[in-house]
């Protein structure tokens, strides 16, 4: 009668004792039941388990060469994945950072005191229980990595679910397992009086205003503001809402994120009057990026986060506020604006309404303290009104 094999260095191995004798045998899907020598531990018996594990039971050795998968593993859905189109349809930096994800996964051995590693394990043998014990395994240290891991080995399971049927959903080992991640604290709105802190510091004319100028009021990120050029700023007649005509100079660029996966999102953002001042005085006859540093060349996208970092220390700013955090300012500010959320939404260039309801959220959580405060003195107000009349009609 077979029963379980509890050690998790052996997936896919089973025993039964057959003439009073305890067997071992190695089953999976697709490969018929293999007969392992000896018992765990023995030379023999870890040879012909790796053999079977590996699909070599009845074929020659196989040479490990760079990029070989074997048939059904999760090395195997690695490969896949990469041919998916929901894999290119991703933009390079979700590649990248999904693919180290992944290899880190890959070379993590299924038991620390056995080889065989996840690469050369059938999906079928990844249960919940292992599942969690990698996901916890680095949620203990940093849980946004861990959060990350989770949603790229999901990746490989939807390989094995959805495009191969290499097993069936319901037995997706993932299902029950979430990462939440608090809230990031990270690049924080600038408060107004950071904001006349750096102004006063950099004055209009120079990279740092004009980097700071259109982090603010354009709300962009790194890469749009980097690239931005005088060929995307254009006048237009706009028919408003009210019916009457507007002519109005505005940025119309598309944003760099998500460029290559649906061509970026078109924007078009007017010039504000505080935008327009700090544009003014710049050199535009040579055309080019509107951001230049002082020997009129572009900043490239990476050097702008280090040069915000100094640009805020020159103004004794605390380190935190950055570049993006300007972003943030914008989206802040516009909530503060009391502009819906939908509109929101295509000012900032986002593709959900998950971001945005946080800064409306934020908004509101301010409105209605006020509100309450309000509440309070105007009750207390009237109480005192309703003791002093009181205290007269006892005089009188």
């Keep these: 009668m077979a029963r379980p094999f509890k050690d998790p260095s052996y997936p896919g191995v089973s025993s039964r004792l057959k003439n009073g004798k305890l067997i071992y045998r190695y089953r999976a899907r697709g490969v018929p039941e293999i007969r392992l020598p000896g018992k765990p531990g023995d030379p023999e018996f870890e040879a012909a388990y790796e053999k079977a594990a590996q699909g070599q039971h009845k074929k020659a050795a196989i040479i490990d060469l760079p990029g070989r998968a074997l048939p059904k593993t999760f090395g195997h859905a690695a490969r896949r994945l990469e041919t998916t189109m929901e894999w290119l349809d991703f933009d390079e930096a979700t590649q990248r950072k999904n693919a180290r994800l992944i290899e880190r996964f890959l070379n993590l051995r299924v038991d620390p005191n056995y080889p065989l590693t996840w690469r050369d394990t059938p999906v079928q043998h990844l249960d919940a229980d292992r599942l969690r014990a990698i996901i916890e395994s680095i949620f203990s240290s940093n849980r946004t990595v861990a959060k990350h891991m989770l949603v790229a080995i999901k990746k490989l399971v939807w ?3 959805d495009v191969e049927k290499w097993i069936k959903p319901q037995d997706d080992p993932s299902l029950s397992i979430r990462v939440r991640v ?19 510091r950099h004055p209009i004319g120079t990279p740092a205003r004009t980097c700071y100028a259109l982090g603010f009021w354009l709300g962009n990120r790194r890469g749009d503001i980097a690239d931005l050029e005088w060929d ?13 005509l507007a002519l109005i100079e505005a940025f119309a660029f598309r944003q760099k994120k998500n460029r290559n996966r649906h061509g970026g999102r078109e924007m078009f953002i007017p010039v504000v009057d505080k935008l327009a001042a700090a544009l003014d005085p710049l050199d535009r006859s040579k055309g080019g990026t509107v951001l230049k540093n002082g020997y009129g060349n572009p900043f490239s996208e990476k050097s702008l986060t280090g040069m915000m970092q100094h640009w805020a220390r020159q103004a004794d700013i605390p380190d935190g506020y950055t570049l993006h955090g300007l972003r943030r300012t914008f989206g802040t500010y516009l909530a503060e604006c009391n502009i819906q959320a939908r509109a929101i939404m295509d000012a900032m260039g986002h593709s959900s309404m998950t971001v945005t309801d946080d800064y409306v959220r934020e908004a509101n959580k301010k409105r209605i303290a006020v509100d309450i405060a309000r509440a309070i003195n105007e009750r207390e107000a009237k109480r005192d009104a309703m003791k002093r009349r009181a205290n007269l009609r006892i005089v009188r």
């Design 232 to 244: 995307d700023l254009v006048t237009e007649e706009i028919e408003l809402f009210d019916g009457s």
């Design 159 to 161: 390989v094995a679910t």
């Design 182 to 200: 608090p809230k990031s604290t990270k690049n924080p709105a600038w408060p107004i009086a950071i904001r006349e802190k750096y102004e006063e």
